[in-house]
């Protein structure tokens, strides 16, 4: 068996500091967007639970007025105002 150079040795723990470093940032990076990310996902959810309410509103109001209303008086009955 033949020993390894020093300088062999030294010039691979460089290179493994090197790729552990490159690595981490990496890692620090997606983190960051991974956070980013959720904000948006959570922030649209909000505001896709809040539209589906307002149309379930503007659903029910439509409904209620259709019921109420009395036949012959809808607007595709009317005669338009140029006749």
Known sequence: MTADDPSKNSAKDSDWASRL???ESR???????IES???VITRQDREITSMAARI???FTRFSEQAE???PGTSA???IPPHY
Not at 27 to 33: G, H, I, V
């Open 27 to 33: 890692l620090a990076f997606q983190d960051d967007l």
């Open 37 to 39: 990310l959720n904000k």
């Open 21 to 23: 470093d490159e690595l």
């Open 56 to 58: 379930k509103d503007l």
């Open 76 to 78: 595709e009955h009317e």
């Open 68 to 70: 109420t209303a009395t």
